[in-house]
């Protein structure tokens, strides 16, 4: 029953590497178990019982996984006896979907991108491919090294904090000094496991009917090693899954558990008790310094974790336009843990947004107070983490937004953007912005240059299109304008009623 459960789980996960591994774990466990047992029927019964129980739920269930369920499942049979023809799940944005249309981008063609970001930024330069960019840092890389090719996915904008593969992402973010250690560890265990297994089992083949005969020296040792078999089974199914995505943080604690769990359970030492009277002076001090460790650390975590609930707290009252309230919570956050820029950051955004309202008030001196301090927030943000395009970006927000009193900062939310854009090159978003910005100034000619650029990166991005609408009516070429329309029409989306509507004028 509760294998049964198990596989009910895994299959409402719809995970297709958990799938995988979980194949892998099971091929390796069963015939481990029928290779090592004396009398072969009993393995047979309950081998049997639960592949069929297994098998009974695909049919009615399936595995969520079309070339699959496809053969297997109850409703497609039906459909293939009725010869009703299932319909094909769109993958990818075709030139006439729209993204409402196209639902979302299959997801191997999403890990395809991501892959290849990984393998970009490892080989970007030799420091890269010896250390990596840096450990948990592939968010950055990832902007920075993108594939253009996943800007016509429909979560082209999407950001990965994960190379959603364990060994490219320790590769990407700690180099082949880091992805060498990671398989040093990985290798070991399994060359130490198959040698144990070696010494511990006599194996005697048949030629004549290739049957194997494996003796055990007990039944007591036999149990054990049936345990470690199921445990290393299931070790490797976390390799396996690794290798579709990434560790949380319990898969990563069986990771090392699992093979301690192995090495106690066949260990064959002998312990003796160490008598510590000799300690007996010291043992108060000792028990005072751990009892102080730990109290220090449950109140450092205790203040992390109030630091965040306060954060989250001050986030959702500003996204609701509740800005007042949203800074206490905000400074409340920074007072706890002043070290986190993400924390510095949203106050910034905080403190930009009650500076307009105070302009809106006619309360000039509180709106340059709240601006210069939105602005210091945000320095402390960038001095912190100066390779953050978020950060740029809201500070591109507070520039433009305090330019609607001083058209110079304009050009600072240039710059700032334009900073942007050279962390993450292949981004179509900042390029569309940056063409904005320009107009603003003036610039209808860079403006145009820069949106030609966000179109070549994404070919769908119809903001691009509609901008240069927008720019080359006003540099009066109506005709360059009209095709603009007419080219998204004819290979994006013949079905967009405002650009017919425009076009028809």
Do not use: C
């Not at 895994?10 to 178990?33: E, I, K, P, Q, Y």
């Not at 006599?202 to 055990?216: A, L, Y």
């Not at 009650?354 to 939105?374: F, G, M, P, Y």
């Not at 978003?429 to 940056?434: E, F, G, R």
């Amino acid at each position: 029953a509760t294998a049964v459960l198990f596989f009910l789980v895994l299959l409402f996960t719809r995970s297709r590497s958990g799938l995988l591994g979980f194949a892998v774990a099971d091929v390796l466990f069963w015939a481990f178990l029928y290779l090592s047992a004396k009398e072969k029927k009993k393995i047979i019964i309950p081998l049997v019982a639960i592949h069929a129980l297994f098998a009974i739920i695909v049919f009615f269930n399936g595995v969520y996984v079309d070339q699959i369920d496809h053969w297997v499942t109850l409703t497609a049979w039906k459909n293939r006896i009725t010869h009703v023809a299932a319909p094909a799940p769109k993958t990818e944005i075709t030139p006439s979907d729209t993204l409402l249309e196209s639902g979302g981008t299959e997801s191997g063609t999403i890990r395809k991108y991501v892959w290849q970001a990984a393998v970009i930024a490892w080989r970007a330069n030799t420091k890269n491919m010896l250390v990596g960019t840096g450990t948990e840092t592939f968010a950055f890389a990832f902007y920075q090294y993108r594939p253009q090719g996943h800007n016509v996915t429909s979560e082209w904008d999407f950001l990965y904090n994960k190379a959603h593969n364990e060994y490219l992402n320790y590769l990407a973010t700690t180099g082949l000094f880091g992805l060498g250690t990671y398989l040093l560890l990985i290798g070991s265990f399994i060359f130490w496991y198959v040698k144990f297994l070696i010494s511990n089992f006599q194996f005697s083949i048949k030629i004549s009917n290739f049957k194997f005969q494996i003796g055990k020296t007990s039944e007591h040792d036999g149990n054990l090693l049936i345990i470690s078999a199921a445990l290393f089974s299931g070790w490797l199914s976390i390799l396996v899954t690794n290798f579709f995505g990434f560790s949380v943080v319990i898969m990563q604690l069986f990771l090392f558990l699992f093979p301690a769990f192995i090495l106690a359970l066949t260990a064959r030492t002998s312990y003796r008790t160490i008598s510590l009277a000799a300690l007996k002076k010291q043992e108060t001090i000792i028990r005072w310094i751990v009892a102080a460790a730990t109290v220090a650390a449950i109140v450092m975590l205790y203040r992390y974790w109030q630091a965040d609930t306060l954060y989250s707290t001050g986030y959702r009252l500003a996204r609701a336009n509740q800005f007042a309230q949203a800074e206490g919570f905000d400074t409340k956050a920074i007072a706890r843990n002043p070290g986190e820029p993400m924390y510095h950051d949203e106050l910034a955004t905080t403190l930009g947004s009650l500076s307009l309202a105070a302009i809106d008030a006619k309360n000039a001196t509180l709106a340059a107070s709240l601006a210069k301090q939105s602005l210091a927030e945000s320095d402390t943000a960038l001095r912190t983490s100066p390779n953050n395009v978020n950060f740029w970006k809201t500070r591109t927000k507070l520039y433009y937004t305090f330019s609607t009193f001083d058209p110079q900062l304009n050009q600072a939310a240039i710059q700032a953007l334009e900073m942007a854009q050279t962390l993450s090159p292949n981004d179509p978003k900042i390029l569309y912005n940056l063409a904005i910005l320009y107009g603003r100034g003036g610039d209808n000619t860079k403006a145009v240059q820069l949106l030609i650029k966000a179109k070549a990166l994404k070919p769908d991005y119809r903001d691009a299109y509609f901008g240069l609408y927008v720019f080359y009516t006003e540099m009066k070429e109506p005709d360059a304008a009209r095709a603009e329309l007419q080219y998204y029409l004819d290979h994006v989306d013949p079905n967009d009623k405002d650009f017919q509507s425009r076009l028809a004028q």
